[in-house]
């Protein structure tokens, strides 16, 4: 089969009515609308205070969402083929970064070295190496199944490789990128067919190391404690939460209105990155948080869709790379939301396409144009093999006659 030459455009003028890719780019859109929006409304008096430009954080993600659209344009056009062969490749970027980091190169923000200088603009090490990570995995799965499956040694060797990273990310200290990593190659490999069994002693494992790094580091041992019972210090370890919960009980049902926050006001630090959605929430309430809730429910839903058609129609690193990166958009998007609302511990995690940064929408950028490549490469195949069909049927036709 000759490899697709195709475009962006495509989809939206070649693809069946039942493909899901207009859902893909409808949804995700969507959530860069509002993040900008957002973004303009809970940061302009920080960001007067800070530059003297109320439009200064607003400004810049308006550049990054520009770039961002021409990263997912460009990563819509690269073969899939390309991101197979390069799984090595991709290993080895991803873990140079975490390593690179680390060193003097690396820029520290608050206690965590997380990001490295390139001038304009930091690049959060973390998000190159999630997605590097991805694509290593996926193509391992797929050249490795059988044994990935029945033995255990091709189970564990991806594992080690999982946890060399992850020992690389918890010295930056960077927790809620491990987590989400490491859950989301689970999940690929779950899906690969493993059985549940093999992962019972790794979950055990993972959970007293997971204790382990709560106890012994104070500031994430607050962090629980205040999760549980954010009141009982809320002007300390549970400030963040409690002035997020305030946000959530004044949007009310339908919120105060766009701009209208309080809770910006100098009140929930970091309202318009990882608390975004209490901002969200207190201006357009509860339909609001529930609009954006729906929407990322549709994301995911039709990046799983697109992976089990693509799994469905004989692509099986489309597949299982698909799955992987839905798994890391959905579960991001949970994490960011259930922090928010107090139902998990307090995480550095953004809410993907939606809070400010660089780093973060790029990388989700780049996962919606390798989602749209999927599904563009599918219906390529199926139009390929219908026409191979049809020249079939012609053919027979013409020798029984």
Not at 270 to 282: M, S
Not at 331 to 350: D, E, F, R
Not at 360 to 382: F, H, K, P, T
Request: positive net charge; glycine residues 10%; charged residues 10%.
């Amino acid at each position: 089969m000759s490899k697709p030459d195709l475009r962006f455009s495509m989809p939206l003028a070649s693809a069946s009515a039942a493909s899901p890719l207009p859902w893909l780019l409808i949804s995700a859109t969507a959530l860069l609308v509002i993040g900008v929006v957002m973004i303009a409304s809970a940061s302009v008096d920080i960001a007067a205070q800070m530059t003297g430009n109320s439009f200064y954080f607003m400004t810049r993600q308006l550049i990054y969402a520009g770039l961002g659209c021409a990263v997912a344009l460009g990563i819509a056009n690269v073969p899939l083929a390309w991101w197979e062969r390069s799984g090595w490749l991709m290993l080895g970027i991803g873990l140079a970064a975490l390593v690179l980091v680390l060193t003097p190169f690396g820029h520290t923000v608050n206690g965590s070295t997380r990001w490295i200088p390139l001038g304009l603009f930091n690049v959060q090490v973390s998000e190159v190496t999630k997605i590097c990570l991805i694509a290593y995995l996926a193509g391992y799965v797929v050249r490795r199944r059988e044994e990935l499956v029945h033995t255990w040694s091709g189970f564990l060797k991806p594992l080690l490789v999982l946890g060399l990273a992850s020992t690389l990310l918890v010295m930056q200290p960077d927790f809620g990128a491990t987590v989400v990593l490491m859950t989301a190659a689970m999940g690929m490999i779950f899906l690969s067919g493993v059985r549940l069994s093999r992962f019972m002693p790794l979950i055990g494992l993972t959970a007293v190391i997971g204790v382990l790094l709560v106890i012994f580091e104070p500031y994430r041992l607050k962090r629980v404690v205040s999760y549980l019972d954010p009141w009982q210090d809320q002007f300390n370890s549970g400030y963040q939460l409690t002035q997020s919960l305030i946000a959530f009980g004044r949007g009310e049902w339908t919120g105060l209105g766009l701009g209208n926050s309080v809770q910006k006001l100098f009140f929930l630090p970091e309202a318009h990155t990882d608390f975004i959605f209490a901002i969200i929430a207190e201006e357009f309430g509860l339909f609001g948080s529930l609009a954006v809730l729906v929407l990322f429910a549709v994301l995911v839903t039709v990046g799983f869709v697109i992976a089990r058609l693509a799994e469905r129609d004989g692509m099986p690193f489309a597949a299982c790379f698909a799955y992987g990166l839905t798994l890391l958009v959905g579960l991001q998007a949970a994490i960011n939301m259930g922090v928010s609302t107090g139902l998990l511990p307090t995480k550095g995690l953004t809410l993907p396409l939606v809070s400010y940064g660089g780093s973060s929408l790029l990388a989700n950028c780049v996962i919606i144009g390798v989602l749209a490549r999927i599904e563009m490469e599918r219906q390529d195949l199926r139009q390929q093999k219908a026409e191979a069909g049809k020249g079939t049927r012609q053919g027979g036709a013409r020798y029984v006659d």
